[in-house]
């Protein structure tokens, strides 16, 4: 198993940047796609970005594609979602998420991945 700690959340202004972590404990991080995922209040999960085990291949959602960027560090067990140019619709929870890779794949459906962080409250106001 693997237990995910996301941290970097916060309150930000339109135009502004933060940069979320999810840090790793547990198997092998290089074992494990990992993926980036959303909720804001009375809305579902929502996909935000993937990331392939090696982090050679990465995919985004429409409404953040151009914004943020996916990367990861598998010698420091960490994810990172760097969000630049954020919105107030950007506001969430934002959750990292895991799941044992195969064949170096993409998964942007939540229900592919096993492990979940906590979550950390981004918040954009206008």
């Known amino acids: 198993q693997v237990q995910l700690v996301e941290s970097g959340g916060g309150l930000v202004q339109t135009g502004g940047s933060l940069r979320l972590s999810c840090a790793a404990s547990?198997?092998?991080?290089?074992?494990?796609?990992m993926g980036w995922f959303r909720q804001a209040p009375g809305k579902e999960r929502d996909f935000v970005a993937a990331?392939?085990?090696?982090?050679?291949?990465?995919y985004y959602a429409d409404s953040v594609k151009g914004r943020f960027t996916i990367s990861r560090e598998n010698a420091k067990n960490t994810l990172y979602l760097q969000m630049n140019s954020l919105k107030p619709e950007d506001t969430a929870v934002y959750y990292c998420?895991?799941?044992?890779?195969?064949?170096?794949?993409?998964?942007?459906?939540?229900?592919?991945?096993?492990?979940w962080g906590q979550g950390t409250q981004v918040t954009v106001s206008s």
């Open positions: 990331i392939n085990w090696i982090g050679r291949s990465t």
């Open positions: 547990g198997r092998t991080f290089g074992d494990y796609a």
């Open positions: 998420a895991a799941r044992p890779a195969y064949f170096g794949g993409l998964y942007y459906k939540a229900e592919d991945y096993g492990y």
